[in-house]
């Protein structure tokens, strides 16, 4: 037997026949070319194609593996539109006489190879999403690169790299596992696999060709492959495997329970979306109700701002599903890293501190108010809460509320009924926390959203991956301004929950408990396994229960 150890980035066991991906080498005609105009016609032809291909993978990833992880599809979408990359490839078609295929091959690696030069992390794992497309561009213009991969069997997948597009164009049901030679952890391809759930290992040394073929076992959890295991590791593995399948058994039991502490004390376990497809992972899961409505994906995935009817729609959609379940949706959060072109933001220097969250929603009020209109249309259908993201001060909380009065006074104006809601903010400043009394007097909730609340506390950019180690969203400064955000809303008498992704990790349920914290909003997946936490707790500081209860959408305007 030969032991392969690598990083894990997904857990679980797998077990199958080790199998090398392989690149096709590809014949690129080098010659020159006279038809000038057909190479520029095919080139564009192709670029189109892929761009619908690319479409296809989104959607084929995002019910998967989840929105998140088919984000990166958007992104090649909008890169196969950037002029520098279209003009690349068609200077060398014009300026050399090349063929398209040629003028992709030669004008998107050299851009590949000035990215990968360059001293930034995110921006060289940029040039690995600019070599995909490049070999989607010739797959579409020389004929399609095959795996090399046939046959029926189970298989663990070997590879030195493997782009996003590679691993979606596998057949799934026989993909036990993946192992890398190199890889990162912050790869698409490693966010796709987690979705899908599929054991993956990267940074496996030893690993190469001369074992194509070899039966293996991949143990997530150790981060272990085992090439011809001996028949002890098969059973070890196997009864790793069947505690896993009893693990899911159980938790699955706890879909219909409700979130109760061992002593009694009920929490409210909400769900995360960005989009109204994630509904049917809310339910599937066990889900009380959405705790984060994420509506950035209606203005991000548009051209132009949508329209007070297109989110009327989607947000009526949502509650009536979950209906009588709560669904708290939070107000646009653009600005930073979510914006587009035709949004018109105006460069800043730090974006992050700029013009973001209800900054920009009270600078176009316009916007504003089509989207408070919309959500208050929809109140009358389901058990509404409007949350407000990027909350420092008082006066933004008054100004909002004067805009959705003067929202509700124009559509009863018209006859348009609108239903009651609660209305709350997401603590996510350093500034909120240390007024966060003053805030609770005005509010029905706070939601702590700890993902910016440690960037700004720890002055560390989240989109920086070359700070991935400095940020750390359970720094004791934030877990100590989450436990100051719960005492405040408590004195005032409010509820207190947590949607950012910390309140994913059971590690920290009994302190959140401990801190006072009487909600937490988790991406569906991780209902469940909070859930079973929760029910192992005892001995947390209980609250009245009146704050959990959250069916008393008292805010009629
Ligand atoms: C947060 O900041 O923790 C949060 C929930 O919002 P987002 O991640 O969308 O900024
Ligand atoms: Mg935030």
Redesign the pocket.
């Known amino acids: 037997m030969l032991t392969i150890t690598g990083e894990s980035i997904m857990k679980g066991v797998a077990s199958g026949t080790l199998r090398f991906y392989r690149k096709m080498e590809r014949e690129v005609p080098g010659e020159d070319t006279q038809d000038i105009k057909t190479e520029l016609e095919k080139f564009e032809s192709a670029r189109q194609r892929l761009k619908n291909a690319q479409q296809s993978l989104y959607e084929k990833t995002k019910a998967e593996a989840g929105e998140e992880s088919a984000e990166i599809f958007l992104a090649h979408m909008q890169m196969l539109d950037d002029e520098m990359l279209k003009n690349s490839v068609k200077e060398i078609i014009r300026e050399q006489n090349r063929s398209a295929a040629y003028a992709v091959q030669v004008g998107l690696s050299s851009i590949v190879g000035r990215f990968q030069a360059m001293d930034d992390l995110y921006v060289s794992a940029r040039s690995e999403d600019i070599a995909d497309l490049a070999n989607g561009l010739l797959d579409e213009l020389t004929g399609m690169a095959s795996s090399g991969i046939e046959g029926q069997k189970p298989y663990i997948l070997a590879a030195e790299q493997l782009s996003p597009s590679e691993l979606m164009k596998l057949d799934r049901k026989r993909l036990a596992g993946i192992v890398l030679c190199s890889g990162s952890k912050i790869s698409h391809t490693s966010i796709i696999a987690k979705g899908m759930e599929i054991p993956m290992l990267i940074k496996c040394s030893g690993l190469d060709e001369s074992l194509e073929g070899k039966e293996a076992v991949l143990d997530g959890y150790t981060g272990h492959l085992f090439l011809e295991p001996t028949p002890e590791q098969k059973i070890l593995t196997e009864e790793r495997r069947s505690r896993e399948l009893d693990d899911k058994d159980r938790i699955q039991k706890l879909k219909d329970k409700e979130t109760v502490t061992a002593d009694g004390r009920k929490i409210r376990l909400l769900a ?1 979306i960005g989009d109204p497809s994630d509904v049917g992972a809310v339910i599937a899961n066990g889900a009380e109700g959405v705790g ?1 409505f ?1 509506t ?1 994906f209606l203005f991000l995935n548009n051209s132009d701002f949508p329209t007070e009817e297109e989110q009327f729609f989607v947000y009526r959609q949502v509650l009536k599903t979950l209906a009588p379940k709560p669904v708290i949706i ?1 107000t646009c ?1 653009i600005g930073a890293d979510k914006a587009s072109d035709y949004m018109n933001f105006e460069a800043e220097d730090n974006p992050a501190l700029g013009l973001r969250g209800v900054r920009f929603s009270l600078a176009r009020r316009g916007i504003f108010k089509t989207q408070l209109r919309a959500m208050l249309r929809a109140s009358s259908y389901g058990t509404l809460g409007i949350m407000i ?1 990027m909350i420092s001060d008082v006066q933004e909380i008054r100004e909002c509320r004067e805009l959705l009065s003067e929202c509700r006074e124009e559509l009863e104006a018209q006859g348009t009924e609108v239903g009651s809601y609660e209305f709350g903010i ?1 603590v ?1 400043t350093p500034a909120a926390v240390l007024c966060a009394e003053e805030l609770a007097g005005e509010v029905d909730f706070f ?7 440690a ?1 700004y506390t720890l002055a560390v950019d989240r989109q920086n991956t070359r700070l991935a180690s400095f940020f750390d969203p359970c720094h004791p400064s934030v877990l100590r301004l989450i436990r100051m955000a719960a005492e405040a809303g408590h004195k005032k008498g409010i509820r207190v929950g947590i ?3 910390i309140g994913s990790d059971p590690a920290l349920t009994e302190t959140f408990l401990q801190a006072g914290i009487d909600e937490l909003s988790v991406n569906p997946k991780s209902i469940l396994p909070i859930r079973e936490r929760v029910m192992t707790i005892s001995g947390a500081r209980a609250h009245s229960d009146d704050r959990l209860s959250g069916s008393a959408a008292q805010h009629p305007g």
């Open positions: 995360n984060l994420r950035e939070r959060d993201p997401t996510e939601s702590v959203g700890s993902n910016d609340l960037q949607c950012g992704e």
